[in-house]
């Protein structure tokens, strides 16, 4: 049981580039989320989806897309980088289908630069 | 307007000095407040949640506690290895609101 996988775990882009942020998890879990640490900010939501084909915005999803074809999988599309989307980034999943009602199981995060 | 407020900052503490840190919440619909632990390049650890007021729940040297305003996680007699950032995090509309943390240094 992996729990919650994400790669690359580090990655460098330059401005314009796009580039997708895996997530996977073997729990079954219906609820998954994306969300981004940024210094003296605490994480903040970018996208969150509460089962296969169901996906919704957060609080910053602006320059994010994402999917959710199977349960198991939710990735993170960024479509032309930008400097202020330097951060790391976390994906989370959660059993209850309510939402975050229910604890989240945290990935161990992609640390993302773009010069 | 923050919606989670954390307090103080950081904390450093020695060896078995008991402390308390703040989260203060302003969301009219609370349906949790969570705790998590992370240490440093890792992700959130879950370890309470609480869900109404008086509501109280312990895990080792941690205790949680929630009112209608605020939830406090008290640390009795830390041991270095309880030095992390904790992270507290309100549920409204099922999605999380999370505050920037306070970071804990238990020197031995």
Redesign the interface.
């Given at each position: 049981n992996a729990g919650?996988t994400q790669t690359p775990k580090f990655q460098v882009l330059k401005t314009g580039q796009s580039m997708t942020l895996q997530c996977a998890q073997d729990m079954n879990h219906e609820y998954m989320s994306w969300?981004r640490q940024d210094p003296?900010?605490?994480?903040?939501?970018i996208h969150?989806s509460?089962g296969a084909g169901i996906t919704d915005q957060?609080?910053v999803p602006n320059g994010y897309n994402v999917s959710r074809s199977t349960t198991e999988d939710f990735p993170l599309r960024l479509l032309s980088a930008a400097p202020s989307q330097t951060s790391v980034y976390?994906c989370?999943s959660s059993y209850s289908s309510?939402?975050?009602?229910?604890?989240?199981?945290?990935?161990?995060?992609t640390r993302l630069t773009v010069l | 307007e923050d919606q989670v407020t954390q307090s103080p900052e950081a904390l450093r503490l020695q060896e078995g000095e008991s402390s308390s840190l703040n989260c203060s919440y302003t969301v009219s619909g609370l349906r949790g407040l969570f705790w998590y632990r992370q240490d440093p390049g890792k992700g959130p650890e879950f370890l309470f949640t609480l869900y109404s007021a008086g509501e109280e729940k312990e895990k080792e040297r941690l205790k949680a506690t929630l009112t209608k305003k605020e939830s406090f996680l008290h640390i009795t007699a830390p041991k270095p290895e309880d030095s992390a950032t904790y992270l507290c995090a309100v549920l409204e509309d099922y999605k999380l609101s999370f505050g920037a943390g306070t970071t804990v240094t238990v020197r031995a």
């Open positions: 919650v969300y003296g900010m605490g994480l903040r939501l969150y509460v957060g609080e976390f989370a309510r939402g975050a009602y229910n604890e989240q199981f945290f990935g161990p995060g | -």
